[in-house]
């Protein structure tokens, strides 16, 4: 009887219109994800495509900058024996009063355990020469402009009270930060400040570009859990986060399309029991239950919502498909090929199936509640 | 017979429609906000107004990976007219894991040209070589504070910064959302020399110059300039610079300089994508139509409900027409009604969602102004939607 019903209620006159208000809704989200994954899959190819080189620093794990860092200094060995490696410096990062005859300063100290390895990895040029002996200091080039230092002079450098007298050998550029800062030899800094054991961070680079994923592979599980290795010049990373906040707004956004699929659900489910009054009140004298009444009701809806998220799908990606091949012939775009994942596809219809629920719950039991009062007990 | 204060509807099923009406309403204007809030953020990135131009390389994909030399500067910098001129880099960077634009600038300079109040910390001078100070937005998403130490990763180069966060600002521009730093340390996180910017900020009056005046300037001088070891600095600012990094005059390729009004010169870019303000509106319009099922599935279940009503009008003298008329009156106030509530509830949602940080696009927060235009494009469409629904409305037994 229950099934005779079912059928009845979707010859109503609504039905149509109710799985096109949802299909037309659902086509929206179909599309406007589609082009979505289009142009993040765009930005991924395109950055992964870009020259990405093969530089990495390491740090320790929970540190958030280079000079709260303290990664264990005998770690540069281990790197420097790994046989992908092709550069490796360690370096201490340590803020410092710098005093010349200008004034005072307050600048970062960069030490570096080999100062030409670095220098020459970072194409540097140099008037003068490379920083060896302990007494000896080279400085960025922006900073001896800021405190007017020249090469040859004497400069001092005070670190945790303890000072020591440099000569300037160099003036370095390198177009990077130590322009503004003071490069000195690592064991220089270490005797100032009597401690050897740790250094701010590594830098390395690998030999192969083409096997970088498997040499830094090799290279994690070699280090110990408190260090983490970064990669400088992170274009991927950059391409996630920006797809990712695509993916956030077009999700806000799509809150407003499922609130919409719950009044049309709400619509039709009012609609249904007002065109369907009759087949109703026949399964209540025929003895259905309040809850199989309702349920009957809520089952029409979800079915109506699901062929609704199944057309709109469909429409929605083929729609844009075949926009997106208008598009190319006209302005000849080949990048533009918009589709959708099966997970979203299945997101979309979940989320359609919940919306649809939420909306037909209402009326299904207000109309069982009302017709329980006008059945006669 | 007038209809219009005859009570034959229902208050409970006239507030259903006008909240269906509603929904459609909200879901056009919070498309609609969105979408023309991203392109006004994306055109007013480089300045608002007629007062502000871009002079830029028109060999650059994206706005932020054009190069221009800086000597462009000193060329129009004595322009009668010119009010400041600021060269700027732009450099994609990763803090924390998350992308940033992080922005080298003469903060002088740039201070003529968009007013930045300090709301925590101190200021930035081109004299702090390892300092930063960043937008409350980027602050906020970024959850840094004065005094943090930051390693800024670079994206278009293999560079990398440690820097300290000076100070917190405020401004209603983009720049909310970025880092700014020296002009140098933008040059090392973009991997340019000292010699190239991203592009170069001019603000002028413009009763005294215009774009095609400093195009015409700059085109002249790469026509007679002789080399030389360096350029003549004419603002403070540029001869801070000048006396911190080592400049060198370099030629300037005047086909690939472009000289625009701000606002034109992003649009233009949009524009390579078919993206204008007119195909976001279009595109608006055409969600409400795709969204206009269920508001006329709901109008046609409100006629429906009251039919025994209609009938009953119709039996005592009313004519169709003149029942439709009524219905029509009546839904185009729901419709003015439900507007004006979708309009609030979709500004409430955005400025929410903005402040909790889902509103981004390109690392950018998408802003939120109410646009008359859409106000009225919404009362429209809703107003048609309502006449075409009632005008097909059967009334008849």
Not at chain 1, 195 to 212: A, C, G, H, M, R
Not at chain 1, 319 to 345: D, H, S, Y
Request: with cysteine; aromatic share 6%.
């Amino acid at each position: 009887m229950q099934s005779l019903t079912f059928k009845m209620l979707f010859r109503k006159k609504g039905t149509a219109s109710a799985i096109i208000a949802i299909a037309l809704l659902i086509a929206l989200l179909a599309s406007i994800n589609s082009l979505l994954n289009n142009i993040n899959a765009e930005t991924t190819v395109l950055s992964a495509l870009s020259s990405t080189g093969q530089t990495y620093i390491i740090t320790s794990t929970n540190s958030t900058s280079l000079s709260d860092s303290h990664i264990d200094a005998n770690l540069i060995n281990q790197i420097r024996n790994n046989s992908n490696v092709n550069y490796a410096t360690s370096q201490q990062l340590t803020q410092a009063t710098l005093t010349t005859k200008s004034g005072n300063y307050t600048i970062n100290i960069l030490a570096v355990d080999n100062v030409q390895a670095y220098l020459n990895n970072r194409r540097a040029s140099i008037n003068g020469s490379i920083s060896q002996k302990p007494s000896e200091t080279d400085v960025g080039i922006i900073l001896s402009q800021l405190a007017s230092i020249n090469k040859n002079d004497s400069v001092q450098i005070t670190v945790n009270n303890q000072r020591a007298q440099l000569k300037v050998v160099g003036i370095t550029q390198t177009t990077q930060q130590s322009d503004t800062q003071l490069i000195m030899p690592l064991a220089t800094l270490q005797n100032l400040t009597q401690q050897n054991s740790t250094v701010s961070f590594i830098e390395f680079s690998l030999k192969n570009p083409d096997t970088n994923n498997k040499s830094i592979k090799n290279i994690t599980q070699i280090l110990p859990n408190d260090v983490k290795v970064t990669k400088i010049q992170q274009i991927t990373q950059f391409a996630q986060s920006i797809n990712n906040q695509t993916t956030n707004f077009i999700n806000v956004w799509s809150i407003a399309i499922y609130a919409v699929v719950i009044a049309a659900s709400y619509v039709m489910a009012t609609r249904l029991v007002n065109e369907a009054k009759y087949e109703l009140y026949t399964l209540r004298t025929l003895g259905t239950k309040k809850k199989a009444t309702i349920s009957l009701i809520i089952t029409h809806a979800l079915i109506i919502a699901f062929i609704g998220t199944i057309i709109g799908l469909a429409v929605g990606i083929v729609g844009t498909q075949v926009a997106a091949t208008g598009v190319r012939w006209v302005w000849g775009n080949t990048q533009l090929a918009p589709f959708l994942q099966p997970e979203q596809a299945m997101q979309i219809l979940l989320l359609a199936l919940a919306a649809s629920l939420l909306g037909s719950v209402y009326p299904a039991v207000k109309t069982t509640q009302i017709m329980a009062k006008e059945q006669p007990a | 017979m007038s209809l219009i204060k005859f009570k034959y509807l229902r208050k409970q099923r006239i507030a259903i429609l006008i909240l269906i009406l509603t929904l459609t309403s909200m879901l056009f204007s919070i498309t609609a906000y969105s979408f023309l809030g991203f392109y006004n953020g994306f055109t007013s990135y480089v300045g608002e107004g007629k007062g502000v131009i871009a002079i830029y390389s028109k060999a650059g994909s994206t706005p932020f990976t054009g190069i221009v030399p800086i000597t462009a500067v000193n060329k129009i910098a004595s322009v009668k007219g010119v009010i400041a001129t600021s060269p700027e880099v732009i450099a994609p960077s990763m803090i924390n894991g998350q992308s940033v634009f992080v922005r080298g600038v003469l903060p002088q300079e740039l201070a003529q040209l968009n007013q930045i109040t300090i709301t925590q910390g101190s200021s930035l001078n081109l004299n702090n070589t390892d300092s930063a100070i960043i937008g409350q937005g980027a602050a906020q998403r970024l959850n840094l504070k004065t005094g943090d130490n930051i390693l800024v990763i670079s994206v278009l180069s293999q560079k990398y910064v440690q820097l300290q966060i000076k100070g917190i600002f405020q401004t209603s521009s983009s720049l909310n959302d970025e880092v700014l730093v020296p002009l140098y340390v933008g040059q090392w996180l973009r991997g340019l020399t000292y010699n190239e910017v991203t592009l170069i900020r001019v603000k002028i009056d413009p009763a005294q110059t215009n774009a095609n005046q400093l195009y015409q300037v700059i085109a002249n001088h790469t026509q007679t300039a002789k080399p030389s070891p360096s350029p003549t600095p004419t603002s403070e600012a540029q001869k801070e610079l000048q006396a911190l990094i080592p400049l060198t005059s370099s030629g300037i390729n005047i086909q690939n300089i472009g000289v625009e009004e701000s606002q034109q010169f992003m649009s233009s870019y949009l524009d390579r994508y078919g993206i204008s303000q007119d195909t976001l509106i279009i595109l608006s319009i055409i969600v409400l139509v795709f969204a206009s099922g269920t508001a006329t599935c709901a109008m046609a279940l409100f006629i429906r409900q009251h039919s025994s009503d209609i009938d009953i009008l119709r039996s005592i003298g009313a004519s169709t027409k003149k029942i439709k008329i009524d219905l029509s009156l009546k839904m185009l106030v729901w419709a003015l009604i439900a507007t004006t509530i979708g309009t609030v509830i979709s500004a409430l949602l955005l400025i929410i969602f903005q402040k909790i940080g889902y509103l981004q696009v390109l690392s950018h927060t998408i802003t939120f102004q109410l646009d008359p235009l859409i106000i009225v494009a919404n009362i429209i469409l809703l107003s048609l939607l309502i006449m075409i629904n009632v005008a097909r409305a059967e009334l008849k037994q």
